[in-house]
């Protein structure tokens, strides 16, 4: 919101402020809009829960981020090797393949 000293009571009631509220004085705040530019992000505002494994989690976390929004990461799988591999092994060599 920009205003001046003879509506900027008026304008922060209308908006509903509350504290807490920044205010900038003087020349410098007539470049909110151009500067403002983190605000015009496609995810701005935004919490995205990321429920990949941590180690493949970083990608999305920087995309999120990059787009403006706030990754949270809650990983809800672990990878990890199997304890025993006869009974995977076995059954790939079981398999057959046909290729068209």
């Given at each position: 919101m920009?205003?001046?000293?003879?509506n900027i009571v008026e304008k922060a009631e209308l908006e509903k402020f509350?504290?807490?509220?920044i205010s900038v004085v003087g020349k410098v705040a007539s470049l909110g809009n151009r500067l403002a530019?983190?605000?015009?992000?496609?995810?701005?505002?935004?919490?995205?829960?990321?429920t990949r494994s941590?180690?493949?989690?970083?990608?999305?976390?920087?995309l999120?981020?990059?787009?403006?929004?706030?990754?949270l990461t809650f990983p809800t799988i672990e990878i990890v090797p199997p304890t025993q591999s006869e009974p995977m092994d076995e059954s790939i060599n079981n398999t057959s393949?046909?290729?068209s």
């Open positions: 920009i205003g001046n000293l003879s509350s504290p807490p509220t530019w983190f605000g015009k992000k496609p995810l701005s505002g935004k919490r995205i829960i990321i941590l180690h493949q989690a970083q990608k999305m976390v920087d999120i981020t990059d787009l403006g929004g706030e990754p393949f046909s290729v």
